[in-house]
């Protein structure tokens, strides 16, 4: 090793020993070549450390120019540091004042006082980014994080930790490098593998997903955020194997009131609405209802009712593409819109649709829970709409602080909430019976149809491809399920391989999905006596329009068990697909149900797996019956009432109205129905 990385390696450490200050100056004393010197702490982003242990262990030592340029690095640390600490106390000015919010005012002036002693302390920025990130701050936590790695590269904890701040940010590339870095500097770090795996996940690269999160637990066995993305990698790579294991593993702690699996999760794999209830409501004790609610029971008084709809989907996304129709054809006589949008625009052209549907279209995602409360009271709405729920990147805090006197849970997540601070659900009575209010934590409000949207101006392409183009037998029958893989469950897979044998050539098309997947989805098929070809995968088609065109290629969709098929079920249906489902006895198992009822083809719902597999095998082997089917659902798709987006707006807007007049009354919530 040269002088000069002998000299780097020595300035470069947080605390500098009595034997490093010696061995700094008898490198100075044998001469250093500057130029290399410099070139190596540019490189390495140690600029500023160094210059500081050399203008405090050796000054006398250093040329004058190098000295003067060290001096100036270190101050313009000092000044950044300053600059960059002063933005954080304004940040804290505006926060309303509440527990964790002095917890971020101490760590902010300790930080201060020990940055004023010593600029180039990493520990002191360390320690205020976990509070900030505990405000969603996610920014400013970024930046504190950033800053410790910059006065310390080979500090782990500050890695990862801004790691999992970029990965809160929905920025998975840039937060699976800085993991990647805390890694390579500490391979035993059990949380930062279980960050990766979070990473790998939203990234779709499951494979490493399960060989992360499966590292993770090997290094800590009780990593419960590894056991949870260790559940979401499997459900979604369908690998079976460990699912006994896994039910084992939710239930007991589940009794006893701790959460092993996410409560969306859960819905692919529950049965049981009560199960579902009993997670949400351990889920909720993470985001309590704030102590000091925003909304103190004041009564607005506008010309049209404010609603807000609260989203991390507003893009081309099936969630947002189905209710679209649906924020275009509000009466904006009657109702003022705003959009709260989550996550950053997709540049696509449902985003630019969406926000031309809007009154206000608005920004949120760098903004902290309370902040983004403060706007919705500040802007008096009357009504906010949470269309996430458990999914996606949930921010139920938002709603925590009260910041409407009527709040929602609606669309994104097939279930109850179990929060306090949600008011209402809405459904339709196949989803909710009413004798599963007892699950529910909100008042349930019917829509007379059904519950689900759709939007009428959805395109289908005018050329049908040819089922050879998607590797699909031409003249044999061909059962199809889009469906995303995490829904697809070892017993509704029995009944299909059952279905293959017994349907002499014919194929089951599955939607594209992850490589690790569709591999151990034809092992699965080959165990069950059907051959792996005959299960044909994807492609991913990025046009919505032609996937709705190629799904006329199949004859027959067969729906998924205990997690139907949603919009999914709309696209069959719309490209005038017949949809075979099994009513289920939870929110997300009977929707399918729902959907087929209001378009007209309820002979379509069975009611045990058994008649399922029977009315599938008898409509593959009865062409004419199932040319009738189809015939009634193509007659039906401009008449029925689940693609009738005006009626369904209308009824949409009757509900809101309902849950309005009750509040400008002074009535709590309530179950009811709107009349159609």
Not at 156 to 178: I, P, T
């Amino acid at each position: 090793m040269t002088a000069e990385a002998r000299l780097v390696a020595a300035c470069a450490k947080v605390q500098t020993t009595g034997a490093d200050e010696v061995a700094i100056r008898t490198l100075l004393a044998g001469g250093i070549d500057w130029t290399a010197f410099a070139r190596m702490l540019v490189e390495r982003g140690l600029t500023s450390r160094a210059g500081h242990t050399l203008l405090r262990v050796a000054p006398e030592l250093l040329p004058d120019d190098i000295s003067g340029a060290l001096r100036a690095v270190v101050d313009q640390t000092r000044a950044a540091n300053v600059s960059l600490l002063a933005q954080l106390a304004r940040s804290l000015d505006a926060m309303p004042s509440a527990p964790a919010v002095e917890r971020v005012r101490h760590a902010h002036a300790a930080a201060n006082g020990a940055l004023a002693a010593n600029p180039h302390e990493p520990a002191a920025w360390r320690t205020l980014g976990p509070a900030f990130a505990d405000l969603k701050q996610l920014e400013e936590a970024i930046a504190c994080y950033g800053r410790a790695i910059t006065l310390a590269l080979d500090d782990a904890a500050a890695w990862r930790e801004r790691g999992r701040a970029r990965l809160a940010l929905r920025l998975h590339e840039a937060a699976l490098a800085d993991i990647d870095e805390a890694l390579a500097l500490d391979h035993s770090d059990a949380a930062a593998w279980a960050l990766r795996a979070s990473a790998l996940c939203a990234l779709e690269r499951i494979a490493e997903a399960v060989e992360a999160s499966d590292r993770a637990l090997a290094l800590d066995p009780g990593n419960t955020a590894a056991g949870r993305t260790s559940i979401h990698a499997l459900l979604f790579a369908c690998d079976w194997s460990r699912r006994d294991e896994i039910k084992d593993r939710i239930g007991d702690p589940l009794r006893r009131g701790e959460a092993l699996i996410t409560p969306f999760n859960h819905l692919a794999i529950s049965d049981s609405e009560a199960d579902n209830f009993a997670l949400a409501r351990i889920w909720a004790r993470v985001v309590p209802p704030s102590a000091e609610p925003l909304w103190r029971g004041e009564r607005y008084y506008h010309d049209r009712i404010r609603i807000a709809y609260i989203s991390t989907d507003f893009r081309d996304t099936l969630s947002v593409n189905a209710i679209a129709g649906g924020f275009e054809g509000h009466d904006k006589s009657r109702f003022e819109l705003t959009a709260i949008s989550l996550n950053p625009s997709d540049g696509s052209e449902t985003r630019r649709r969406l926000e031309a549907a809007f009154d206000r279209f608005i920004d949120v995602q760098a903004m902290s829970d309370a902040r983004v409360a403060q706007m919705l009271r500040d802007g008096e709405i009357d009504i906010a709409i949470d269309l996430n729920g458990y999914a996606g990147n949930r921010r139920n805090g938002i709603l925590a602080h009260r910041p409407a006197p009527i709040q929602v849970n609606y669309l994104g997540y097939a279930g109850t909430m179990g929060m306090p601070f949600f008011d209402y659900i809405i459904a339709d009575r196949i989803v909710i019976p009413e004798e599963h209010h007892a699950y529910y934590s909100e008042k349930v409000v019917y829509l007379p149809d059904t519950f689900f949207p759709t939007d009428r101006k959805r395109r289908i392409a005018e050329r049908t491809p040819s089922r050879a183009e998607f590797g699909l037998p031409e003249s044999r029958f061909v059962f199809t399920c889009h469906n995303t893989a995490y829904k697809i469950s070892p017993e509704i897979f029995d009944v299909w391989m059952r279905l293959l044998r017994t349907v002499e050539g014919s194929a089951l098309w599955l939607g594209a999905t992850d490589g690790l997947a569709s591999a151990n989805l034809r092992r699965e098929a080959e165990r069950r006596g059907v051959a792996p070809g005959r299960l044909v995968f994807g492609p991913w088609v990025a046009q919505r329009a032609d996937h709705l065109a190629r799904l006329r290629l199949a004859d027959l969709f067969l729906d998924t068990l205990p997690y139907n098929a949603h919009t999914t079920a709309c696209d069959a249906l719309w490209a005038g697909l017949p949809l075979l489902t099994c009513r289920g006895s939870t929110f997300p198992a009977r929707v399918a149900a729902s959907l087929l009822g209001a378009v007209g083809l309820p002979e379509l719902v069975t009611e045990s797996l058994e008649e399922y597999e029977a009315l599938a095998r008898d409509l593959a082997g009865d062409p004419r019956r199932l040319a009738a089917l189809k015939e009634k659902l193509t007659r039906n798709r401009d008449t029925a009432l689940l693609f009738d987006s005006a009626r369904f707006t209308r009824h949409l807007e009757s509900a809101y109205v309902g849950m309005w007049e009750r509040y400008q009354a002074g009535l709590p919530p309530e179950s009811f129905a709107v009349a159609p």
